[in-house]
């Protein structure tokens, strides 16, 4: 079973940039989407972009226009660049080879997002 670890999250001040990293374990480059996701208190964990194998990446409304996925196969590693960060992008993020994360057996640790002043 293939693990992730997230890592790349922190304080930062609203308007400010982060990019945070996925490690795998072992190869990313045959699941079919690997995803971003957020948990934020009070909320279901949600997706933020996936980027499948084989259709254009995806991103949630809320992170349009800011945020970016990508990922390096060679490597077995996935990002996600962010900018323009607001306070609401506040969470921990985690990665996963999936679109709904209800799917999703193991989580890793995740890595917390700070945005405030």
């Known amino acids: 079973q293939v693990q992730f670890v997230e890592s790349g999250g922190g304080l930062v001040q609203p308007g400010g940039s982060l990019r945070l990293s996925c490690a795998a374990s072992?190869?990313?480059?045959?699941?079919?989407?690997m995803g971003w996701f957020r948990q934020t208190p009070g909320k279901q964990r949600e997706l933020v972009a996936a980027?499948?194998?084989?259709?254009?990446?995806k991103y949630s409304d809320s992170v349009k226009g800011r945020f970016t996925i990508s990922k390096d196969n060679a490597k077995n590693t996935m990002y996600l660049q962010m900018n323009g960060l607001k306070p609401e992008d506040t969470g921990v993020y985690y990665c996963?080879?999936?679109?709904?994360?209800?799917?999703?057996?193991?989580w890793g640790q995740g890595t917390q997002v700070t945005v405030s002043s």
């Open positions: 072992a190869s990313i480059s045959d699941f079919w989407t």
């Open positions: 996963a080879p999936a679109y709904n994360p209800s799917t999703v057996r193991n």
């Open positions: 980027i499948p194998r084989l259709d254009s990446v």
